[in-house]
Nanobody, 117 residues
Framework: QVQPVEFGGGLVQPGGSLILACQVS????????LNWHRQAPGEQRQLVAH???????DYADSVKGRFTISRDNAKDMVYLQMNSLRPEDTAVYFC???????????WGQGTQVTVSS
């Protein structure tokens, strides 16, 4: 059973930084596109950032220039470096792995990020 596991959520002050990590074991990690989504209370889940199997990245407009996604295929890890955090970044952040060659897709349980003074 593949189960992505997220690490690193917590409480941070506005303007601060936080790094999220996600380990996805049990699959051919380098053949998957990896995504970070987030969901705030009362809102729909939204895609924040993704990194393809060829390491191409893209970001939601709301986080461009502040967030950086990266992956380490040797460790089956994906990271989200979040800088200049704002209260509106408060959400549960989910790690997602999606196969580039089939319909396999896996979601983590989510980790809470709260930006507040």
């Amino acid at each position: 059973q593949v189960q992505p596991v997220e690490f690193g959520g917590g409480l941070v002050q506005p303007g601060g930084s936080l790094i999220l990590a996600c380990q996805v074991s049990g699959l051919e990690f380098d053949l998957y596109t990896l995504n970070w989504h987030r969901q705030a209370p009362g809102e729909q889940r939204q895609l924040v950032a993704h990194i393809s199997s060829t390491h191409k990245t893209d970001y939601a407009d709301s986080v461009k220039g502040r967030f950086t996604i990266s992956r380490d295929n040797a460790k089956d890890m994906v990271y989200l470096q979040m800088n200049s955090l704002r209260p509106e970044d408060t959400a549960v952040y989910f790690c997602n792995a999606k196969s580039d060659y089939g319909s396999w897709e896996y979601w983590g349980q989510g980790t809470q990020v709260t930006v507040s003074s």
